[in-house]
C-alpha cells in the first residue's frame, strides 16, 4: 500500500515554491508603491549623473566656481558659499578635481531634492501626485540635467527650498512641540537655501504673503514660532552678511547691480518666460502655469494649492519685471526657484489625469522623457 505522506521531498517543494510565490508576491508590491517607485527613479536618474559626470568635462562657470573655491571664504563675489564649500570638501575628501568628484555632492544633493519633491506633493495631494511631481521634476532639463549635477549654487538652494517648504507644510496645522520643531526646521533650511543663493528670499517672503492672505494660518503671525524660524534662518545667514560687511558689501553691490534700471523693454517679460519656458520644456511649462491659475482661481481656503502659490509667485513675477528695464540680461534660470514650487501641483494634475486613463498624458509623459534622452 502506497504512503503517500512517506517521502516529504514534495512537501518541501512545495513549501519552496509556495515561498518564492510568497517572496514574490511580497516584492511586487513593495515595488508598486509610490514611494519605491520614486527611489527606483533617484538610483536609476543619479547612475546616469554620474557617468554623465565622468564622461563631460567641467564647463566654465563650473570650473570658475572649483578654482575660486580653493580658497575657502565665509562668503564669494557674486554668491554665498555653499556651492563652493561643497565642491572643495569633494576635491579634499577624494583628493582630487575630477568633474565626477567635484559634482558629487551635487547630485546627490539632487536625488535628495527628488525624495523631498515626492514627499512635500505626497503630505499634499497623495502619494500618486508625490511620485509625478518627482518624474516630472526630473524631466525638467533646467533641473534634471543643469542643477541635478552641475557645480552650481542652484543645487543646494533648490535641496533647501524643498526641505523648508516641506517643514512648512508639517507645521502649519501643527500644534505645540511638534509645531515648533517643523518651524525650527523650516527656518534651519530657509538658513541654508539662504547660504546658497540669495534668491532664496524671495520664496521666504512668499511664505509670509501666504500667512497674510491665508485665514485659517493667519494666527501664526501673532505665535512666536514663525520669530524663531527667521531667527534661525538668520542666524544660519550670518556668516554671509559678516563677509559682506567686511568688504564694502560687494556681493549684494554686485546682484543689484545687475537689476538696475536703465530704459524700458517692453518685450523683456515676455522674452524672459519664454526662455523659461524652453528650460522647464514648454508643455511642461505651460500644464504647470494652468495648474497654478486654477489653483489661484480656488482661492486661498484650499491652503495647500494656496500656499505653493505664494511660495512661487514672487521669484517668477520678480524676475519679469526686471527684465523690463534692467541693463543686464535676465538668466532664464533665476526665476526657476519659483516654479520649482509648482511641481506638486503639476504632479497632482498627472496622477488625476492617469487615473482616468488618459492616453494623452501617457504620450506626454513618455514624449517628454524621450525628448529629454535623445536632447
Request: a positive charge; charged letters at 10%.
Amino acid at each position: 500500500m502506497p504512503f503517500p505522506d512517506s517521502d516529504p521531498a514534495p512537501v518541501r517543494g512545495d513549501v519552496l515554491v509556495a515561498g518564492r510565490a510568497d517572496r514574490s508576491w511580497l516584492l511586487g508590491r513593495v515595488w508598486r508603491t509610490p514611494a519605491s517607485r520614486v527611489l527606483l527613479l533617484i538610483i536609476g536618474t543619479a547612475a546616469l549623473r554620474l557617468m554623465a559626470a565622468h564622461l563631460m568635462g567641467l564647463g566654465v562657470d563650473e570650473s570658475y566656481m572649483v578654482a575660486a573655491g580653493r580658497d575657502l571664504r565665509l562668503g564669494y563675489y557674486d554668491h554665498p558659499p555653499a556651492s563652493w564649500w561643497l565642491a572643495w570638501g569633494a576635491s579634499h575628501l577624494f583628493g582630487s578635481e575630477a568633474a565626477i568628484v567635484v559634482r558629487l555632492p551635487f547630485i546627490t544633493l539632487f536625488a535628495l531634492s527628488t525624495w523631498l519633491m515626492y514627499r512635500l506633493a505626497a503630505v499634499l495631494f497623495g502619494p500618486q501626485a508625490g511620485l509625478w511631481a518627482a518624474v516630472t521634476l526630473n524631466l525638467a532639463p533646467v533641473l534634471g540635467v543643469t542643477t541635478a549635477s552641475w557645480v552650481l549654487p542652484d543645487g543646494p538652494l533648490d535641496c533647501a527650498l524643498l526641505g523648508a517648504a516641506l517643514c512648512l507644510v508639517h507645521a502649519l496645522p501643527a500644534r505645540g512641540r511638534n509645531a515648533l520643531l517643523w518651524w525650527l526646521g523650516a527656518g534651519l533650511c530657509a538658513g541654508l537655501a539662504l547660504f546658497s543663493k540669495y534668491t532664496a528670499l524671495l520664496i521666504m517672503a512668499g511664505a509670509v504673503l501666504y500667512l497674510l492672505t491665508q485665514p485659517q494660518h493667519r494666527r501664526w503671525l501673532l505665535r512666536p514660532e514663525p520669530y524663531l524660524a527667521s531667527g534661525v534662518a538668520l542666524l544660519v545667514f550670518a556668516p554671509v552678511l559678516a563677509w559682506n560687511a567686511g568688504h564694502g558689501w560687494t556681493s549684494f553691490a554686485f546682484q543689484g547691480g545687475r537689476v538696475a534700471a536703465t530704459r524700458f523693454q517692453p518685450f523683456g517679460p515676455i522674452i524672459t518666460m519664454a526662455g523659461e519656458a524652453l528650460f522647464l520644456l514648454p508643455w511642461l511649462w505651460l500644464s504647470m502655469m494652468l495648474g497654478a491659475v486654477a489653483a489661484l482661481l480656488h482661492g486661498p481656503h484650499a491652503w495647500r494649492s494656496w500656499l505653493l502659490c505664494c511660495l512661487a509667485a514672487l521669484p517668477i513675477i520678480v524676475f519679469a519685471l526686471v527684465s523690463a528695464w534692467s541693463r543686464g540680461k535676465v538668466l532664464f534660470h533665476w526665476a526657476v526657484p519659483g516654479y520649482l514650487m509648482l511641481f506638486p501641483i503639476l504632479g497632482a494634475r498627472v496622477a488625476e489625469q492617469l487615473a482616468r486613463g488618459s492616453r494623452v498624458t501617457r504620450v506626454w509623459l513618455a514624449g517628454s522623457a524621450a525628448f529629454v534622452c535623445i536632447t
